[in-house]
Nanobody, 130 residues
Framework: QVQLVESGGGLVQPGGSLTLSCVAS????????IGWFRQAPGKEREEVSC????????YYADSVKGRFTSSRDNGKNTVFLRMNSLQPDDAAVYYC???????????????????????WGMGTQVTVYS
């Protein structure tokens, strides 16, 4: 059974930080590109960051560039999203998703996720109050 589980969400003040985790089971995470996505109420789901399987190359949406950092620990079968300087606009449910282990580039994973993402977690809520 392939499963992705996000954790680490919570309630933070503006300017605060959180680290989200995406833990994979049922497959070796180092073979897959992983994307982070978020969806706020009334808004479309949007890409946040993606990280490649073969070399750890990353892609970031302009809205989070310089504040968020994706990384992976293949030994723990986990991908992380470090979020700094959180703003109210960052409040959303955050999801991680994997491709099919086909060598997807980070650009493709984030830009074509409708067709490329195969496995999704249930999401973790990030709330930023002001």
């Amino acid at each position: 059974q392939v499963q992705l589980v996000e954790s680490g969400g919570g309630l933070v003040q503006p300017g605060g930080s959180l680290t989200l985790s995406c833990v994979a089971s049922g497959f070796a995470l180092d073979r897959y590109a992983i994307g982070w996505f978020r969806q706020a109420p009334g808004k479309e789901r949007e890409e946040v960051s993606c990280i490649s399987s073969v070399d750890g190359f990353t892609y970031y949406a302009d809205s989070v560039k310089g504040r968020f950092t994706s990384s992976r620990d293949n030994g723990k079968n986990t991908v992380f999203l470090r979020m700094n300087s959180l703003q109210p606009d960052d409040a959303a449910v955050y999801y991680c998703a994997s491709d099919g282990g086909n060598g997807t580039t980070v650009q493709a994973m984030c830009r074509m996720w409708d067709s490329l993402a195969q496995h999704w977690g249930m999401g973790t809520q990030v709330t930023v109050y002001s």
